[in-house]
């Protein structure tokens, strides 16, 4: 009886530790100084059942708030995750995703929230470019004309943006290409460098010349030169989606 005393203990010990430093990686999470969000959301997938059930109830917390990239990335961890109670977890609070998929056109973006969450790149920039057409009244073709840009509706390219940035952990979106783009002063040839979409005079082959996953340069997605020409690009980036409200 004497032995059974101490191993007893132990056990006790070694259970009450693991919420312990749950709850102390909670706190820190949600405390607005932590440094590095991205990687401590990292830690809690690492920590078997009692991570993924802090970030359940993290993200559950946020849920009336704005989804940044920090939701985003908690949500794909639960994604992948796949276990019986995040996906009830999922189905039940976030059944479209963390993303409000608006349109002022009608247009169902869920599809693309999925490769999205997924990590499918290379099939979610195809579905990118499908919307876009799509939203210039041209879904049977696979490209537009730039004056059909200025008629795109700012909720719409809002949605896709947000899609692409707060699952690729704030790393493509027009937004981020727009960023890298004034910070090189409107200097195209700099910008095709800087996000890999060119090499000096060679213009990168798609697809197998693209990268497909978060080892991209920050930008480097969705590919928006596929459309070809440099206006639609340029009419994508100057959109009124991007400037700050009045």
């Given at each position: 009886?004497?032995?059974?005393?101490?191993?007893?203990?132990?056990?006790?010990?070694?259970?009450?530790?693991?919420?312990?430093?749950?709850?102390?990686?909670?706190?820190?999470?949600?405390?607005?100084?932590?440094?590095?969000?991205?990687?401590?959301?990292?830690?809690?997938?690492?920590?078997?059942?009692?991570?993924?059930?802090?970030?359940?109830?993290?993200?559950?917390?946020?849920?009336?708030?704005p989804m940044g990239v920090l939701e985003g990335t908690t949500y794909q961890i639960l994604f992948k995750a796949n276990t019986p109670k995040t996906q009830e977890f999922l189905q039940t609070?976030?059944?479209?995703?963390?993303?409000?998929?608006?349109?002022?056109?009608?247009?169902?973006?869920?599809?693309?929230?999925?490769?999205?969450?997924?990590?499918?790149?290379?099939?979610?920039?195809?579905?990118?470019?499908?919307?876009?057409?799509?939203?210039?009244?041209?879904?049977?073709?696979?490209?537009?004309?730039?004056?059909?840009?200025?008629?795109?509706?700012?909720?719409?390219?809002?949605?896709?943006?947000?899609?692409?940035?707060?699952?690729?952990?704030?790393?493509?979106?027009?937004?981020?290409?727009?960023?890298?783009?004034?910070?090189?002063?409107?200097?195209?040839?700099?910008?095709?460098?800087?996000?890999?979409?060119?090499?000096?005079?060679?213009?990168?082959?798609?697809?197998?010349?693209?990268?497909?996953?978060?080892?991209?340069?920050?930008?480097?997605?969705?590919?928006?030169?596929?459309?070809?020409?440099?206006?639609?690009?340029?009419?994508?980036?100057?959109?009124?989606?991007?400037?700050?409200?009045?």
């Amino acid at each position: 009886m004497h032995d059974v005393q101490p191993i007893l203990n132990t056990s006790t010990e070694s259970q009450s530790e693991a919420p312990t430093f749950i709850d102390e990686l909670l706190t820190r999470l949600k405390s607005e100084t932590v440094r590095n969000p991205l990687q401590l959301v990292q830690e809690f997938a690492q920590s078997g059942e009692a991570g993924l059930a802090a970030l359940m109830s993290f993200l559950l917390e946020r849920k009336s708030q704005p989804m940044g990239v920090l939701e985003g990335t908690t949500y794909q961890i639960l994604f992948k995750a796949n276990t019986p109670k995040t996906q009830e977890f999922l189905q039940t609070h976030f059944p479209q995703g963390v993303v409000p998929l608006k349109s002022s056109k009608g247009i169902d973006y869920a599809p693309l929230q999925v490769l999205l969450a997924q990590q499918d790149f290379q099939t979610a920039d195809r579905l990118t470019l499908e919307k876009m057409c799509e939203l210039a009244g041209a879904a049977t073709q696979k490209w537009f004309y730039f004056t059909a840009v200025q008629s795109f509706p700012i909720t719409d390219l809002q949605t896709i943006n947000t899609l692409w940035l707060v699952h690729s952990e704030g790393k493509f979106g027009f937004s981020v290409q727009r960023e890298l783009w004034l910070a090189l002063g409107k200097d195209w040839e700099k910008l095709w460098t800087q996000i890999d979409w060119k090499n000096g005079n060679n213009w990168t082959r798609y697809p197998q010349g693209f990268t497909w996953d978060l080892s991209a340069p920050r930008g480097h997605l969705p590919l928006s030169n596929q459309l070809r020409g440099v206006r639609v690009m340029a009419a994508l980036l100057s959109h009124p989606a991007w400037s700050p409200p009045a």
